[in-house]
């Protein structure tokens, strides 16, 4: 077979290609591209996702040609590119040309409609809530930095504001809200349409020079509560699991069940999106602030925390961290009180930056990006890597070979 292989890197990829047996050709752009396909029979194109090498030119040339297409994606931003030119399906960056020939071979994955239930039971995307008690603990503010600092280690996150009580993560990155993303993808799964690409239509995306994260925002107005029902938000959770290899829900405060002796039954809770999504994430961020006030709040309803779900996934992050408020050693102090009234050993302790959270606060950006280097953001980031990550590395194999919309016709 005839393989002309247009990437930055292409020698490594081209010599394993000739162990099989394969005739290379290497082209340094998209005219080498257009110039190789139209003076030798290719029978195959393997092309980074970058406009220097990937244009609309040459997916015509290789269409007209019947030259199959394999596109290399490296980031989000190659992917959304590629998907801007109509290709659906892709191959890693890092990919072995083993990893090619198997697909090449007959075992890539035949096209079907875009649902978001395309990956396979080992690479479901893991889930995060972060919750908090009433007293703005920083709920919001952790949510936004485990997002950012998952998205710049690589992986593809999706921030999603489930509070019915006070949504706020859209104003915090500056962006619109005039059409909740949260709330249009439950009503979607509500009418059971809600699909990779409906997400990513009404899902925004909030762009950092390490990574960008998809955000679903949310609800503008308390009162349109009843639209994230329990069962709505189970369902778009069980989506975004498909879609994105983290999702991360930023909840509201309340999981009370109080609500249920009312006569209606069946009625929507204004509680049940929160306790709905502590209970469908594989891990619970419980934010309480670390002073007095904030302590006593979040003991008093940690309880009712574990009683939702169970203590295991539960892992306490305490934020706001500050001599100020607790005294002379405070991590100490913080740990000691834990430990005492609430059973609870070796929490995330975030020291607070005032600083810092209010530059992010003016600008709309993440803490990441304004302050690199605050004691906050270093924190968020351990955490993100103790706590979530550990040993984990991105799931790159996952994305597979494929071709582009309509090629199989040309």
Not at 349 to 366: E, F, N
């Amino acid at each position: 077979m005839r393989v002309v292989i247009a990437t930055a890197s292409p020698d490594a990829l081209a010599a394993e290609a000739q162990r099989y047996g394969h005739e290379t050709h290497l082209a340094a752009d998209a005219e080498g591209i257009r110039e190789i396909v139209s003076a030798t029979s290719v029978d195959l194109a393997v092309v980074s996702a970058s406009d220097r090498f990937l244009t609309e030119a040459v997916l015509a040339h290789c269409d007209s040609r019947g030259v199959r297409l394999i596109v290399l994606i490296a980031s989000d931003a190659e992917r959304r590119y590629a998907s801007g030119l109509g290709l659906y399906e892709f191959a890693d960056a890092t990919a072995t040309w083993s990893t090619l020939e198997l697909q090449l071979t007959g075992a890539a994955r035949t096209p079907t409609a875009d649902r978001t239930a395309d990956r396979t039971a080992d690479t479901r995307g893991q889930v995060v809530a972060v919750w908090g008690p009433a007293g703005a603990p920083g709920r919001t503010s952790i949510a936004i930095g485990v997002a950012a600092e998952l998205a710049e280690a690589g992986y593809s996150v999706a921030l999603c504001d489930v509070d019915t009580h006070g949504a706020s993560i859209a104003p915090a990155l500056g962006m619109l809200d005039e059409a909740p993303g949260f709330a249009a993808a439950c009503r979607l799964a509500g009418a059971n349409a809600l699909t990779r690409t409906e997400l990513e239509r009404i899902g925004q995306r909030y762009e950092v020079s390490g990574g960008g994260f998809w955000v679903l925002t949310g609800i503008g107005r308390p009162s349109r509560w009843p639209e994230l029902s329990g069962e709505r938000v189970k369902t778009t959770v069980d989506a975004c699991r498909s879609w994105v290899d983290f999702t991360i829900l930023d909840t509201g405060f309340s999981i009370e069940t109080d609500e249920e002796i009312s006569s209606d039954l069946f009625a929507p809770k204004r509680n049940g999106a929160t306790i709905a999504a502590l209970r469908a994430a594989d891990t619970v961020l419980a934010v309480g602030a670390a002073d007095p006030v904030g302590m006593s709040r979040f003991l008093r309803t940690h309880v009712d925390l574990i009683e939702t779900v169970e203590p295991d996934r539960v892992s306490v992050v305490m934020n706001k961290l500050r001599a100020s408020a607790i005294g002379l050693n405070p991590a100490g102090q913080v740990a000691q009180t834990l430990a005492r009234f609430g059973g609870i050993d070796a929490a995330a302790l975030v020291p607070w930056d005032q600083a810092g959270y209010d530059a992010a606060i003016l600008s709309g950006r993440t803490l990441a990006e304004v302050a690199p280097k605050s004691p906050a953001r270093l924190a968020v980031r351990q955490l993100v890597h103790t706590r979530l990550l550990g040993s984990r590395t991105p799931a790159l194999a996952r994305r597979l070979i494929g071709g582009r919309v309509g090629a199989a016709s040309a």
